[in-house]
């Protein structure tokens, strides 16, 4: 999740899209770029590093342009570096465009244009756009023509926004799965942005792209038409967030935001990966080595913290759809076994940040060993990203609050994604297969339904903000949500919440129930249904509320809860992802209602880079 800028007015271009790419730094921060246009030609400066690395190169610039382009980036193809930062040009230089998407066929589209004679320079796959265009660009075709064409080629999803020396006056913005939104300056000046943190200082009258427009901007106004080039017309709309609360889309908190966007960063990490119809998945990280992976036998996956829990919902996918053995460690434990490891074991490392000092403690130990690495990152271009053998990367952005809620859901699809890639090597079947990958694509309109339950299931939070002590039960491929369920409640609101197998309370913790202890139970509709109900009777008849979250209101018909949290039923294996994310609403709700700072816990980090 990149941030992109356009402005175009009667200022200096160069200070507005500073300024805008800062409010938009949250968005993703390992390279930056401006281009300003006057009629001499381009100023252009691109640095890898945080946007202060780019801020130091241009002290003592002030060109006078009053129409640039600038972005900040989050990288997913090509690590973070001065040439892979944006903006990325044409051959003839004479066309520059910012971008915020992924193209997925952008492969397909550097052979063909590189056959026509075009020149790459970056490893993005951003760059194809700015030839792309340029090749439509012939003599007298309008530069919002030449787009439109070249944008017809294009599968994946974009915000953009160029600037051509053809026609130094534009700005052409456009979209398709990425945000965009106008900003209309009382001075007639006029900024494109990906987001309305980067507007909001100059105005707060604004218009919201939809997918498959594009905007043309110049200093005497601007003109919204489709892809098929229909006029549209939209009224501004005034927005009445403040700067703050703008960053954070209008949400109180960045940890709420990150939450009620995952629909839409589940989609992001689905993106072109599932075949439908073949039961195949496209795992473009993992192609290189496809037949090392194929010979595994053994899978160790080390993490820690919500990465382990979701590796140990990978545990039983990976065995129920690939047939191989895998086990769960702790990374910090992990380097003290003597673990027998044969050439057929491979270890995977589970990191949002890619920089947890035990994970990669770990996968040192794994290399040293000489196993095959892979990894599961959301930081394209971080240590264990770059430390593996291959790998898959997330593409939910940047996740600032420090409990994890959105790269934790998008882990545990990549790991759905993994165990179908594994099992298709293996004896999955292609209806088994589709099954999944088809229930899993219907994942993020059902969470949206979730979603819609929010504003009541904080509600439920805040009526239990006085209990200090919380138990989490869990089986199956619920077990691993109560760890997490838990981990969220005591990250954020600093009271003793644990998870348990559901199985394991009558082992000993079923001693911690009394009136004063609250326990949440996860109680889909699964395989093990009527066991966690028989678990629930045990922990009624001891007294203590209890919240369940299910399928249907059975468990509450039968008296036996205290709370249901309705969320929509499927497939067992993909269940987790929608009973975690109640758990992530009610640890949201019950922090902010004991007044905590729900971003930044004390005591915690977002990147835990010590041992
Ligand atoms: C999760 O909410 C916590 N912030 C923490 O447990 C985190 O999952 C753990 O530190 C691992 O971080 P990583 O995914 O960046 O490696």
Redesign the pocket.
């Given at each position: 999740m990149c941030g992109i800028i356009g402005y175009v007015g009667t200022q200096r271009a160069l200070p507005v899209i500073m300024e805008g790419l800062k409010r938009m730094e949250y968005r993703g921060y390992d390279s930056a770029g401006v281009s300003i246009m006057d009629p001499v030609g381009f100023f252009t400066l691109k640095r890898a590093g945080k946007l202060a690395v780019l801020e130091g190169a241009l002290e003592g610039h002030s060109h006078a342009g009053t129409i640039g382009i600038g972005h900040i980036r989050w990288a997913t193809h090509g690590a973070p570096t001065d040439i892979n930062a944006h903006p990325h040009y044409s051959c003839r230089g004479d066309l520059h465009l910012v971008h915020n998407g992924i193209i997925e066929n952008y492969r397909e589209l550097r052979d063909e244009l590189t056959a026509l004679g075009h020149t790459f320079v970056s490893e993005t796959d951003t760059e194809v756009l700015a030839h792309l265009i340029e090749q439509e660009l012939q003599p007298g075709v309008p530069l919002e023509t030449a787009t439109e064409r070249g944008l017809k080629k294009v599968v994946g999803a974009y915000g953009l926004a160029l600037i051509s020396a053809r026609e130094p006056e534009k700005i052409i913005a456009a979209r398709l799965g990425s945000p965009l939104v106008l900003g209309v300056v009382p001075d007639g000046s006029l900024i494109v942005a990906s987001d309305v943190a980067a507007i909001i200082a100059h105005t707060r009258d604004v218009v919201y792209l939809q997918d498959r427009e594009m905007a043309v901007l110049t200093p005497k106004g601007y003109a919204i038409r489709t892809l098929d080039a229909q006029e549209v017309s939209r009224p501004l709309e005034r927005v009445e967030w403040d700067i703050g609360s703008a960053e954070k889309g209008g949400h109180a908190h960045f940890m709420l935001k990150e939450i009620l966007e995952q629909p839409d960063t589940l989609n992001a990490t689905l993106l072109g990966r599932i075949i439908s119809g073949e039961g195949l998945v496209k795992m473009g990280g993992l192609e290189t080595i496809a037949d090392r992976v194929r010979n595994i036998d053994r899978l160790i996956i080390v993490?820690?913290?919500?990465?382990?829990h979701a590796g140990m919902v990978g545990e039983y996918l990976i065995e129920e759809y690939a047939d191989i053995p895998v086990e769960v460690e702790l990374a910090s434990e992990f380097r003290y076994r003597r673990f027998p490891a044969g050439g057929k074991t491979a270890v995977l490392a589970?990191?949002?940040?890619?920089?947890?000092a035990d994970?990669l403690a770990a996968l040192h130990e794994a290399k040293r060993r000489g196993l095959l690495t892979l990894g599961l990152v959301?930081v394209a271009g971080s240590s264990?990203a770059r430390e593996t053998d291959a790998g898959m990367y997330n593409h939910v952005g940047p996740e600032i609050a420090?409990?994890?809620?959105k790269?934790?859901t998008s882990?545990l699809a990549l790991l759905v994604l993994l165990a179908v890639y594994l099992g298709r090597q293996r004896r999955l079947s292609h209806a088994l297969s589709e099954e999944l990958l088809h229930g899993l694509s219907q994942l993020p309109l059902q969470m949206g339904k979730v979603m819609q339950q929010a504003e009541g299931i904080i509600a439920l939070a805040q009526k239990y903000r006085h209990a200090e002590r919380w138990l989490y039960l869990g089986r199956k491929y619920q077990y691993p949500v109560a760890l997490e369920g838990a981990?969220?409640l005591k990250?954020i609101s600093y009271c003793h919440a644990e998870g348990f197998a559901a199985g394991e309370m009558k082992h000993g913790p079923i001693a911690l129930v009394d009136a004063a202890t609250p326990t949440v139970v996860l109680a889909p509709r699964d395989s093990v249904y009527e066991k966690t109900i028989s678990n629930i009777e045990e922990v009624r008849a001891r007294g203590g509320a209890i919240i369940a979250i299910a399928n249907d209101e059975e468990t509450v018909q039968r008296s036996l809860v205290d709370h249901a949290i309705i969320v929509p039923r499927t497939l067992e294996a993909l269940s987790p992802l929608l009973t975690v994310v109640p758990l992530q609403l009610f640890a949201y709700g019950f922090a902010v209602a004991r007044g905590l700072d729900v971003d930044k816990p004390r005591n915690?980090a977002?990147?835990?880079t010590v041992e």
């Open positions: 993490a820690c913290g919500s990465a382990r589970i990191s949002q940040s890619g920089e947890t994970t959301n264990i420090v409990a994890s809620t790269a934790f882990q981990l969220k990250e915690l977002k990147s835990v």
